[in-house]
């Protein structure tokens, strides 16, 4: 058989213009059908040459998401996480250099046996194995397959092509989902339906007949638009899905079940709810948390990863803000952050101050010198005035030589990765990460996914996560120093989890200090809105008594 027996497929691509949610709907349509009962699981197709997401700069591409084992790829795979509360793998992910990548190894391993290999059929098939391994694999009566970009692209097509071939075969088991934009002109003043006309004749010269439209745009649709959406694109109008701007991605679900979204899918593919699951409950509380919250929690981000020109890009934390989100509604609070950049605090030391004012303080994950003084500054200053911290990853390593410096004494203690000849390393490479950098290695080679790591107890740590065996996921090359563990220790830094395979420090804590926690690890992308993350929350705790 050329699939599982049960398992269907959607497709999900993206019409008129990108970046106007399709994660978000990819992710909400699977969080409406695990409510009606079904296992879902979502896949990733990235049109670009790069192998993964690793070695992109976070301003151009939107944050970084790391996998359980140890994948570097787009943010819309923690999306589907958050919103299915579940792991996604490395077999949900695939870009084009992923793909080709495949066949040309294998081609190069005789997998061919012999025969001509082309771009069509031997490309596509590559992506319908793929996709078909990642359904067998996590036995999924639905698998959402995202497209990136948009129909029309040069890059998309044969993905689409992947998509169209699996339809043929398998009519009743294969669905096409658009999500479109519809703009409203400033100067007309009127929704516009015509671009989303054009999309789908973009899709139908691929073969591909969208049975759904999910119309993205700044207000809800009316029904006249509905109508004419549904005559010229060919489609009933019971199928045009009304998605307009919302405050929160989590209402997004309930959004598209106004519309009977879920509905329509299980019709069209001839099932009936399987009723077992919570239904859409547990995102109607979590709702009405976020609608109505008691209070506010002041959270600064201290980073460099902001300013793309004009624009601010909260993508490239977008993991963390969504943790720090989850763990203030847990209390009922209304999150406000502020988004700090660390180079201000390096030219201006006074306007550290404004820092007072906030309930707590995060040093996200980083890479390079620039911004880092003013980020150690930071540390310094909130650890000096007791402003709960929250140090990950890069933000870990910094308080470590903040510490260093400033407490034991230990001056132009430095990471190796700015400082490569600094007398006091107490942040470093291990041995076998010198051959990559030297050899220019850097594709996929950090440490990356989930290692495990053993708590201490009478730690804070200890104290959040209520165990002693944790797994958290990595993504970085370097890691706190041992040879400097003693005198740190000595001066009063707590390292409060190993990891006891390699005797890695993975967090470091101070006592007599409300909140100040370092993870080498990145719990942030563990935090799901349906079920925070114990660290997040303990930090938020403390932000809220400050
Ligand atoms: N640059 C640091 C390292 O490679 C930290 C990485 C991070 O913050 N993710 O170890």
Known sequence: MFFSFMTRYIFVTGGVMS???????????GAI???????????????YINVDAGTMN?????????????????????????????????????????????????????????RCVEVIPHIPD???????????????????????????EYQNLLFLEAGRMMRLKHP??????????????????????????HAVRMLNSAGIQPDIIIARSKYPLDEPRKRKISLFCNIEKEDVISAPDIESIYEVPLNFERDNLGRRILKKLNLRSRKKGKGMKPWIDLIEKIHNPEGKVKIGI???????????????????????????????????????SSEKYEKNFKSLNELKKLNGIIVPGGFGSRGVEGKIKTIEFVRKNKIPF????????????????????????????IDRNTKYPVIDVLPEQKINIRKKNYGATMRLGAYSCKLFKDTKSYEAYKKINISER?????????????????????????????????????????????????PEFKSRPLNPHPLFKAFVKACIKK
């Open 58 to 114: 976070p301003v151009e591409h939107g944050e970084v998401f790391v996998t359980e084992d140890g994948v570097e790829c787009d943010q819309d795979i923690g999306n589907y996480e958050r919103f299915l509360d579940k792991n996604i793998y490395s077999d949900n992910y695939m870009t084009t250099g992923r793909v080709y990548q495949a066949v040309i190894s294998r081609e190069r391993n005789l997998g061919y046996h012999g």
């Open 390 to 417: 929250l140090g990950l990853c890069y933000g870990m390593q910094l308080a470590v030589i903040e510490f260093a410096r400033n407490v034991c004494g230990l001056k132009g203690a430095h990471t190796t990765e």
């Open 302 to 340: 201290v980073g460099k990863y902001f300013d793309t020109g004009n624009f601010t890009l909260a993508d490239s934390y977008i993991s963390v803000i969504e943790a720090i989100k989850h763990a203030c509604w847990f209390f009922k609070k209304e999150p406000e952050l502020y988004w700090l």
């Open 126 to 152: 590559e992506v319908i194995g793929r996709i078909k391994k990642a359904a067998k694999k996590t036995k999924a009566d639905f698998v959402l397959i995202e497209i990136g970009g948009t129909v029309g």
């Open 474 to 522: 990595h993504r970085h090359r370097y890691e706190l120093n041992n040879d400097f563990r003693e005198i740190l220790e000595k001066n009063g830094l707590v390292t409060a989890g190993i990891n006891p395979e390699r005797n890695l420090v993975e967090i470091v804590e101070l006592k007599n200090h409300p909140f100040f926690v370092g993870t080498q690890f990145h």
């Open 33 to 47: 059908l695990q409510g009606y009962g079904f296992n879902v699981t979502a896949i990733k197709i990235d049109p």
């Open 172 to 197: 009743k088991e294969v669905l096409f989902v658009l999500v479109s934009y519809l703009p409203v002109p400033d100067i007309i003043g009127e929704m516009k339906t015509k671009p989303t006309q």
């Open 19 to 29: 970046g106007i949610g399709k994660g978000i709907a990819t992710s909400s349509m």
